[in-house]
T-cell receptor, first 115, second 113 residues
Framework: NAGVTQTPKFRVLKTGQSMTLLCAQD?????MYWYRQDPGMGLRLIHY???????AKGEVPDGYNVSRLKKQNFLLGLESAAPSQTSVYFC??????????????FGSGTRLTVV | GQQLNQSPQSMFIQEGEDVSMNCTSS?????WLWYKQDPGEGPVLLIA?????ELTSNGRLTAQFGITRKDSFLNISASIPSDVGIYFC?????????????FGTGTRLQVTL
């Protein structure tokens, strides 16, 4: 029962470097999401996917790109990291439709520091 | 973007006391979810609510979906030390596209012996 697995758990980047965060789910969920969590800001949606091969922008998409080539994986990329992207990143998955959501499950997070 | 007003921001209570927290919104939601987050971990779902007026329990936790569909509350009875953590409410708008959630800013709960 792995649920949602995120790798890596911690990472330190220098400004301008790039990296990819990997999210994998084994629940056959259709929807996947990337959030960032900052102190006092709650969780904010970066990008999301409603199915394999589809992606869409969330609330704070600038500076990030995503891909969903396989149903079980959702990748978050930072092309040129900035200190403002220092945060904790959470991946989540769910099933349902636009009216009702079920099984909304989060991974354990990736703590990213950009220096 | 849309934010939920969650209160209180923090609570310090003694073991055995009951706890109540709530979330309000200016928008109508189809679903309300309550999560708990421990340090260094992701949010874990506690209770999900799908109908206005619905009252649902999970052990010592009880949550209700407000009849106006713009609010929800979570009660914890007879608190214990392991209840310490941050509690988040989340609501699902009828977005027409995907099951996106809007989160509250959290209630930090501290329990003293």
């Amino acid at each position: 029962n792995a649920g949602v697995t995120q790798t890596p758990k911690f990472r330190v980047l220098k400004t301008g470097q790039s990296m990819t965060l990997l999210c994998a789910q084994d629940m056959n969920h259709e929807y996947m999401y990337w959030y960032r969590q900052d102190p006092g800001m709650g969780l904010r949606l970066i990008h999301y996917s409603v199915g394999e091969g589809t992606t869409a922008k969330g609330e704070v998409p600038d500076g990030y790109n995503v891909s969903r080539l396989k149903k079980q994986n959702f990748l978050l990329g930072l092309e040129s990291a900035a200190p403002s992207q220092t945060s904790v990143y959470f991946c989540a998955s769910s099933y349902g439709d636009h009216r009702v959501v079920y099984g909304y499950t989060f991974g354990s997070g990736t703590r990213l520091t950009v220096v | 973007g849309q934010q939920l007003n969650q209160s209180p921001q923090s609570m310090f209570i003694q073991e055995g006391e009951d706890v109540s927290m709530n979330c309000t919104s200016s928008s109508i939601f189809n679903t309300w979810l309550w999560y708990k987050q421990d340090p260094g971990e992701g949010p874990v779902l506690l209770i999900a609510l799908y109908k206005a007026g619905e009252l649902t329990s999970n052990g010592r936790l009880t949550a209700q979906f407000g009849i106006t569909r713009k609010d929800s509350f979570l009660n914890i009875s007879a608190s214990i030390p392991s209840d310490v953590g941050i509690y988040f409410c989340a609501g699902q708008l009828n977005t027409g596209t995907a099951s996106k959630l809007t989160f509250g800013t959290g209630t930090r709960l501290q329990v003293t012996l």
